[in-house]
């Protein structure tokens, strides 16, 4: 079945370390992107890559990475200079080309900054 | 720049009455617009899209939208309430073009009771 899967689905961080979340589609979409959601909140932009080897800023980048080195994969490294990152995280791809097309959500990871 | 409203943070029905989760929704351009569902602790499931075909769309569990341009507004129905439309609602907006950018409403929580 094709579809996308994050892990792990919760992960336990002690405050200055780095941690990665993983994030693997199979549905063959060139784009995908890495949200973050907050109680009471909507999504939260923080990084997209329409391309393999490339990708962008969204709207809250800071105190996070990321690369795209295959088409499958996009992890993204929390970083210590990231102030409050607990959090929910979701992952999402889409079709480059699929305009107005929406995307598909992984089943995100709980983030916990202990 | 383009944002959505949506008017109830929370809504609470009786298990078989109507569903009505409220968006309005600002575009500079003609949108693409979606709803999408989160169960606790999973990701996001589409569950409709409009891109300016048929004003009123069906979606999926019985879920329909209409959209409104006069009123710039995208609410989303369903006749029948079931106990497992328990959820939290998304109203989305696209900004279209290759990179189909998604701007997200805060969210509307619907509570269903016996």
């Known amino acids: 079945d094709g579809g996308i899967t994050q892990s792990p689905k919760y992960l336990f961080r002690k405050e200055g370390q780095n941690v990665t979340l993983s994030c693997e589609q199979n549905?063959?979409?060139?784009?995908m992107y890495w949200y973050r959601q907050d109680p009471g909140q909507g999504l939260r932009l923080i990084y997209y890559s329409q391309i393999v080897n490339d990708f962008q800023k969204g709207d809250i980048a800071e105190g996070y990475s990321v690369s795209r080195e295959k088409k499958e994969s996009f992890p993204l490294t929390v970083t210590s200079a990231q102030k409050n990152p607990t959090a929910f995280y979701l992952c999402?791809?889409?079709?480059?080309?699929?305009?107005?097309?929406?995307?598909?959500f992984g089943p995100g990871t709980r983030l916990t900054v202990l | 720049a383009q944002s959505v409203t949506q008017l109830d943070s929370h809504v609470s029905v009786s298990e078989g009455t109507p569903v009505l989760l409220r968006c309005n929704y600002s575009?500079?351009?003609?949108?693409?617009l979606f709803w999408y569902v989160q169960h606790p602790n999973k990701g996001l499931q589409l569950l409709l899209k409009y891109t300016s075909a048929a004003t009123l769309v069906k979606g999926i569990n019985g879920f329909e939208a209409e959209f409104k341009k006069s009123e710039t507004s995208f609410h989303l129905t369903k006749p029948s309430a079931h106990m497992s439309d328990a959820a939290e609602y998304f109203c989305v907006v696209s900004e279209g073009g290759g990179y189909n950018k998604l701007i997200f409403g805060a969210g509307t929580r619907l509570a269903v009771h016996p």
């Open positions: 999402a791809s889409n079709t480059r080309t699929s305009l107005g097309g929406g995307q598909f």
């Open positions: 549905l063959n979409h060139d784009a």
């Open positions: 575009s500079s351009y003609s949108p693409s």
